[in-house]
């Protein structure tokens, strides 16, 4: 009479139960980081946000007085301009996809709303057309001292 042969273990496999080891660990992992990427903004992480805003608002201060000073360089202003701006829309696409508590969702929606006109302002530079406007010039002033002011707010707003 022939034994009968037993069917393989799932475990019987080294690998196998390695496997089975990591699946719960890597669940548990991926948890904890879905957990953290939810968490609404905090004062810290709106201050760099508005940092970073008013240091792009800045640049694209220097960037169009540098435009009327020498009209020779069009190329340079175009790409240059197109690289803060999609750094600006970056920063407002980071602000509009994230919460913030009660104490500082005026505050974000302000950093929002500057980070977008920033974001106009720096398409309107790539456009050779009104790189040299003046009014534009002064706009890249105006949005780095809001973001300024906001920066300042930041420093004692906090969460209720």
């Known amino acids: 009479m022939k034994k009968k042969q037993k069917a393989p273990r799932f475990f019987d496999s080294p690998w196998m139960a390695v496997l089975a080891a990591l699946v719960p660990i ?4 991926v948890g904890v980081l879905m957990v953290h990427l939810q968490r609404p903004l905090d004062p810290v992480q709106l201050k760099i ?17 540098r435009a009327e000073l020498s009209p020779a360089t069009p190329d340079y202003l175009r790409v ?9 829309h970056d920063v407002q696409a980071e602000l509009a996809s994230s919460e913030a508590c009660a104490g500082l969702r005026k505050l974000k929606d302000r950093a929002e709303r500057i980070a ?5 302002h720096l398409a309107l530079l790539s456009d050779s057309d009104h790189a040299t406007s003046a009014g534009v010039h002064a706009d890249f002033g ?4 809001e973001a300024r002011s906001a920066e ?8 209720d």
């Not at 977008?116 to 106009?120: E, K, N």
């Not at 105006?142 to 001292?145: F, I």
């Not at 300042?152 to 969460?159: F, I, R, W």
């Open 80 to 88: 240059h301009s197109e690289m803060l701006r999609d750094e600006a």
């Open 152 to 159: 300042h707010e930041a420093d004692s707003a906090g969460c």
């Open 142 to 145: 105006r949005l780095a001292v």
């Open 49 to 65: 946000h508005i940092a970073s805003i008013r240091s792009l608002a800045s640049e694209g201060a220097l960037l169009s007085d």
């Open 116 to 120: 977008a006109d920033l974001t106009a």
């Open 26 to 29: 890597t669940a548990v992992i």
